[in-house]
Each structure stands twice: as structure tokens, then as C-alpha cells.
């Protein structure tokens, strides 16, 4: 990240249009970027963070999107993640829609409080229907620029 | 002045929907025309604490919780109007919540239920967390079905007929009152048992064991003597709660994964659970309840009142600690097993310490500070109705003197609830369950409150006098 502050999001970690079927490919993806990115040694285990974390209650919040998260000692760093799916995936979100969008935050135990208000604020962001548009429908310049905002402190 | 809302949101994590939930009730909120704050209880700890002024202002109260909200937490929304929902039924209904919060809301009562006290200091354990979150859950069925069962008998006392429909026979009201009770006793078991498996292993462990909790309270499907009640819905409540956590971390294939929460995990358990409780932990508990209920009714006289006190004793040490929770565990258990004595202590025993306190400062006001005297009031009528909680100040000002005449009081009045043979089958109103019904005889329960009374008034006196005198003399040599 730009600001140095030790949490993670560069353009690498927009991950474009990935080609997936299922809610499972989409943590595989999501897992082995984090570690291409060298924040996570084992990809399996994050997959299986992230599903622990669904088995709890569905992450898709309605809209088409969905914020797979998970508190995890697997990640050495805070962390973003950005993904279109390159079909609609079942989610079991809240309004039943399949998801298209996926924002995803990994947190370490232990994460610095700087950082767990920035992602606080991330996560806010995604009430405002003109956040989650761009994240929608926005380029990957626009999707880099909102949430690099947000994460930045900068956001209005 | 425009509304208030004040708000709480957490979530397991604690990263995305504590915040996400707290930013659309603000949002919608605001645009309502409320003024809202909202607490977040995220990975980040407790940001925006609700201070005192804004919980009093709030008309309303929303607690969107993923991650439940323990009773000391709790306390502080006491006598608001709340509307609580789970955090992801908040994002979803958000709309229609905010929109009806009059129709939602219900009001909060910190001390609603009886337990025999609510625990003050902190004191109980998560293990008994899990123990307790059964027993709340129970509570209503007796509660509920307990008074049902009262204002049948009470109708058959005063002659009502008591008709079981048959052939030509409609049904009397009294006989349908009693018997839709008695279904309140009868679920209370395996509801518990759910409850406490949820609190453990959440919710894929609640259908399992309110099965198998239902299961091994069925003596005729067991073919045992007795039901295991309270000591099987407990055993199996526990069991499947870390069963269903183990299975959770099993690593499936891919693509079944998905299923592990509504399928794999109650499925497994009940298979397991079944059969174990079926040739196993059913008959095995039951053993164990029927033993205790046949040792509690054959033995001897002396033994019996000496179990008494002591069970007194013990309700009465700490007011809702953990001593307190055992003994009234052990009274409570009994009455699923139709033995209403030990519990009938428990009404006794439960309401003396605040209302002897409170006694005590009208008597002798000079032992006792001014906000103790201020408090009497209310701790009388708390305590006479509803908790032992106001009796907790009092008794950490001067511990040793109020503890040991809250003691001794304690068991000599459980001793004579005993010995009259008080029964208790469900909790109610303090000293106003024998009108309702719920304890009888009353002429037997108000004498044993009536000694109980005067005997912790004249201990408190006596010992917090002998107590007070020995400070000053300390205070006197130090000086």
C-alpha cells in the first residue's frame, strides 16, 4: 500500500474477472493470490477460514456482492482483496441473489487498531449504494481508487 | 426534540458486518429523523461506548447481535424499549425494522427471570454460561406452564369438574389448563438440552439435542424406570455442543462443505446421539436421576433437613455466585423429576437476604450507611418479587457480618421449608407465589419466610454491631 502503514492493497491485489463456479474456487483464487502476494504461507488454510467463516452466516450482503472475511493467523498482515467473477456464483446470500463482486478483508490476530479502523470504515463503505456501484461496475482504476481511498484515511 | 436511537452491533469476526449493520442503522436512521448513536463491538474492541445520558435519552434501543451479549453488558438497557436481531437479519430487514420500531420493540427488564439471584461479581464461569443459557431458556416453559397448571388446580379446588374429553364427553377448561401445563413441563427437558448444545456448538447442535434430550426424559420409549431428566439434558446438551464443534473442523471434500452447517453436523450428531442415548447415556442417567430421587425421598428425616440447611446455607452465601448457582441448580433439576421440596427452599431462601437488609436499616438505621438506607425500598420490594441481586451491596460493604447472618438465616429457614414440606413447582413472583399457586401450602411457606426473616434481621443486627464496634477499635489503635 502506497502509505507504507504495513496493511495491504496494491493494484495486485484486484485480482480482475476470474473465471469460477462455485463459492469454493472463488477462496481458492482469493487464497493463492495472498500467497503469490507473500502475506500467507498456506492457501489451504485460508480457504478454510473463509468457510468457517460462511458457515456461520452467508457473507453475501445482497446486491450481487459479498465480503468473504476472516480473522486468521494465517495472514502475516491486514489485507484486501478484489474479484469479479467471471459468472454468478451461489452465495446463499441474504436477498437469495448469486454473487458477481467479491471484496474480501483477511486480518491478522493482533492487528494493529489504525488498520481495524480503516477496514471499519471499508466495511461502512459498503451500505452506500454509490460505493458498492463502483465496485460493481467500475473499472479496476475506479475500484482501486475508491477503496485505496477508503483505506487511505482520505475517504469523505 | 427529535427521537433517539441508540444502538449495539458485534458479529463473530468483528470486521464486516458489526460495521456494515452499524452504518445502515445510522444511515437509515438518520434519515428518519432519529438522532442515532451506535456501539460497535468489533476486532477493534468497543468504539463509540453509548454513555449514559444517550441510553437514557433513547427511545429505542437495537441490538444487532452475531455474537450475543452477555447479562452484565445487558444490565445497562434496563426498563428501554429493545428490538434485538441477529446482525445478518439486521442487513437484511433493516428496512422494515427501522420502519416499525414501536411495533418491534419490546421492553427489557434486567432482572426479568428469577434464577435465584443473577450473578453480581462476575463470578460464573463460561462453562456455567453455557449451563445457564439451558436454564433461561427453560424457564418460560415452567414459568408459562406452571401457572396453566395452577389456575387449573386452583378451578378443581373450587370445584370446577375435572372431565378428560372422551366419547360424548367435551373436555373441562380446568382439564385442558392442566394438561396444556403439564406440556410445559414436559418440553422444558429437552429444551434445555437444545439450548445448551446451541450455546456450545451454536445452532447445527440445537435439533440433535433437543432429540435426544427429548429421548432420554421418555421412559416409555427407553423402557427404563424414570425419565433422565434435568442430569440427561444436561449430559447430552454438553456432548452434542463439542460433538458439533469437533465436527466442524473436520476438512471436507470441496462442494460438500457448503452442507456442513444444516446437514452433515445435525445429521451425524443425531445419528450418534441417538443411539447413544437410546443404549447408553439414556438409561445410564436415568439410573442416576431415579437414584437420586429415591435417595432424596427414602432418606432419613434428620439427614433430609441437614441437606436442607445446607442447601439454604448455600443459596443464601452468595447471593447469584457460583455457590448459590449449584445449590439452586440441584433444587431446580428436581422439579422435571416432580420433586417440588428442594425448590420449594429455593422460593424460601432466595428472598431473604435483600428483604432482611433492607428490615435491618429500619430497625437499626445507625448501622448502616445513607445510600444504604436510601436503597432499602427498592431492595425490599426486588427482593421480595424478583432477584437477590439488591441484598450484593449490602453484603459487600460488611461482608462477614451480612454473609454469615444471611447464612445462618438461610438454612435454618430452608431446614423448616423442608421440614413443612414447601413445594415449589415453578418460579413466579417471590413472596407471591403461593397466591398464584405455584408454591403450597402458603400458611407453610410464610412461616418459614417469617423466621427466616426475623432470624437474618436479628443476626444482621447483632453481628454488623459486634463488626462495626471492632473497626473502630482497629481504627482507634491505628490511630
Keep these: 500500500m502506497r502509505k507504507g502503514r504495513g496493511m495491504l492493497f496494491t493494484r495486485e491485489n484486484i485480482l480482475g474477472t476470474i473465471d469460477v463456479k462455485t463459492q469454493e474456487e472463488v477462496f481458492e483464487r482469493l487464497a493463492a493470490r495472498a500467497v503469490s502476494l507473500g502475506i500467507a504461507h498456506d492457501a489451504q488454510a485460508i480457504v478454510r477460514d473463509y468457510m468457517e467463516r460462511e458457515i456461520e452466516a452467508s457473507t453475501g450482503f445482497g446486491g450481487g456482492i459479498a465480503i468473504p472475511h476472516s480473522k486468521t493467523d494465517d495472514v502475516s498482515v491486514p489485507t484486501v482483496l478484489f474479484a469479479r467473477l467471471s459468472q454468478p456464483v451461489e452465495w446463499n446470500s441474504i436477498d437469495d441473489k448469486p454473487v458477481q463482486t467479491v471484496i474480501s478483508i483477511l486480518v491478522p490476530s493482533g492487528a494493529n487498531s489504525e488498520h481495524l479502523r480503516l477496514l471499519s470504515s471499508l466495511s461502512r463503505k459498503l451500505m452506500h449504494p454509490e460505493f458498492v456501484e463502483i465496485l460493481n461496475k467500475g473499472t479496476d482504476d475506479e475500484v482501486f481508487e475508491a477503496i485505496d481511498g477508503v483505506l487511505s484515511g482520505n475517504a469523505s | ?479
Design chain 2, 1 to 479: 426534540m427529535s427521537k433517539s436511537i441508540v444502538a449495539v452491533t458485534n458479529c463473530p469476526a468483528g470486521i464486516a458486518h458489526t460495521y456494515m449493520v452499524a452504518e445502515a442503522i445510522k444511515t437509515k436512521g438518520e434519515a428518519l429523523g432519529y438522532e442515532v448513536h451506535v456501539e460497535t463491538q468489533g476486532a477493534n474492541g468497543v468504539e463509540n461506548q453509548l454513555t449514559k445520558d444517550e441510553i437514557k435519552d433513547a427511545d429505542y434501543v437495537i441490538l444487532a447481535l452475531g455474537k450475543g451479549m452477555d447479562e452484565d453488558d445487558r444490565v445497562r438497557f434496563d426498563g428501554k424499549k429493545v428490538i434485538e436481531l441477529p446482525v445478518s437479519e439486521a442487513l437484511k430487514n433493516i428496512d422494515s425494522v427501522m420502519g416499525n420500531l414501536e411495533g418491534e420493540a419490546k421492553p427489557y427488564r434486567a432482572t426479568s427471570v428469577d434464577l435465584g439471584g443473577r450473578n453480581g461479581t462476575g463470578a460464573v464461569t463460561g462453562f456455567m454460561n453455557h449451563l445457564m443459557a439451558g436454564v433461561s431458556a427453560a424457564l418460560p416453559f415452567v414459568i408459562g406452564g406452571g401457572l396453566l397448571m395452577a389456575i387449573g388446580s386452583i378451578m378443581i379446588q373450587f370445584g370446577a369438574p375435572n372431565i378428560e374429553p372422551a366419547d360424548g364427553q367435551v373436555a373441562s377448561i380446568a382439564w385442558v389448563l392442566n394438561t396444556i401445563g403439564s406440556l410445559g413441563f414436559s418440553f422444558m427437558v429437552p429444551v434445555m438440552g437444545a439450548w445448551i448444545a446451541q450455546s456450545i456448538g451454536g445452532k447445527p447442535a440445537l435439533a440433535p439435542a433437543f432429540i435426544c434430550s427429548y429421548l432420554a426424559n421418555s421412559s416409555s420409549l427407553l423402557g427404563t424406570q424414570t425419565g433422565a431428566g434435568f442430569i440427561g439434558a444436561v449430559i447430552i446438551g454438553i456432548l452434542v455442543g463439542y460433538f458439533a464443534n469437533t465436527l466442524r473442523k473436520i476438512q471436507l471434500p470441496k462442494n460438500i462443505h457448503g452442507l456442513m452447517g444444516f446437514l452433515i453436523i445435525p445429521f451425524v450428531s443425531l445419528l450418534v446421539f441417538a443411539l447413544l442415548t437410546y443404549y447408553f447415556i439414556g438409561p445410564i442417567a436415568a439410573a442416576l436421576m431415579n437414584g437420586l430421587v429415591v435417595m432424596l425421598s427414602s432418606i432419613p428425616e434428620g439427614a433430609k433437613l441437614a441437606g436442607a440447611f445446607l442447601v439454604g446455607a448455600m443459596l443464601a452465601f452468595d447471593m447469584g455466585g457460583p455457590v448459590n448457582k449449584a445449590a439452586w441448580f440441584f433444587s431446580f433439576s428436581l422439579v422435571a423429576s416432580g420433586v417440588y421440596d428442594w425448590y420449594g427452599i429455593v422460593g424460601v431462601v432466595t428472598i431473604l437476604p435483600p428483604m432482611a437488609a433492607a428490615i435491618a436499616t429500619w430497625i437499626r438505621p445507625s448501622l448502616f450507611t445513607e445510600g444504604e438506607r436510601d436503597a432499602a425500598v427498592p431492595a425490599l420490594i426486588v427482593g421480595a418479587t424478583v432477584a437477590t441481586e439488591p441484598a450484593i451491596p449490602y453484603a459487600l460493604a460488611a461482608p462477614l457480618p451480612m454473609i454469615s447472618a444471611n447464612v445462618i438465616a438461610g438454612g435454618v429457614a430452608g431446614a423448616i421449608s423442608m421440614a413443612l414440606g414447601v413445594q415449589r413447582i415453578a418460579p413466579g413472583i417471590g413472596i407471591f407465589d403461593p397466591l398464584l399457586g405455584l408454591i403450597s401450602p402458603a400458611w407453610a411457606y410464610y412461616i418459614a419466610v417469617a423466621v427466616g426473616l426475623v432470624l437474618n434481621v436479628a443476626l444482621i443486627i447483632i453481628f454488623k454491631s459486634i463488626w462495626l464496634k471492632r473497626q473502630a477499635e482497629k481504627a482507634q489503635q491505628a490511630a
